[in-house]
């Protein structure tokens, strides 16, 4: 069973920066898109950025220019570097990824098999 794992979400205040991961747990296996997601409290799950396997990236408008997405094929991981964090990034942060190999990096998240389980992200001073 191959469950993704997030890590690096935490407490940060206003204008810092975290550095999320995402791997495979157990059995690592070749993922094509991977894609982050996070759903802030009382909102619905949006889309962070997202990333082919040959490295093209598409990012929401609101994160673009702050964020950076990057991915480890060796590993079938991804990262999310995240700097001019404001309260209204705060939100649980989840991974997905696919095995699947699209051209394009923005798919629909039901194209995603697997996804983490999530980690806090907290801006606040």
């Known amino acids: 069973q191959v469950q993704l794992v997030e890590s690096g979400g935490g407490l940060v205040q206003p204008g810092g920066s975290l550095r999320l991961s995402c791997a495979p747990s157990?059995?690592?296996?070749?993922?094509?898109?991977m894609a982050w997601y996070r759903r802030a409290p009382g909102k619905q799950r949006e889309l962070v950025a997202a990333?082919?396997?040959?490295?093209?990236?598409d990012y929401a408008d609101s994160m673009e220019g702050r964020f950076t997405i990057s991915r480890d094929n060796a590993k079938s991981a991804i990262y999310l570097q995240m700097t001019g964090l404001s309260p209204a990034d705060t939100a649980v942060y989840y991974c997905?990824?696919?095995?699947?190999?699209?051209?394009?990096?923005?798919?629909?998240?039901?194209?995603?098999?697997?996804w983490g389980q999530g980690t806090q992200v907290t801006v606040s001073s």
């Open positions: 997905a990824g696919s095995r699947r190999r699209f051209t394009s990096a923005r798919i629909g998240s039901s194209n995603y098999e697997y």
């Open positions: 157990g059995t690592i296996i070749s993922l094509g898109n």
């Open positions: 990333i082919t396997s040959g490295g093209l990236t």
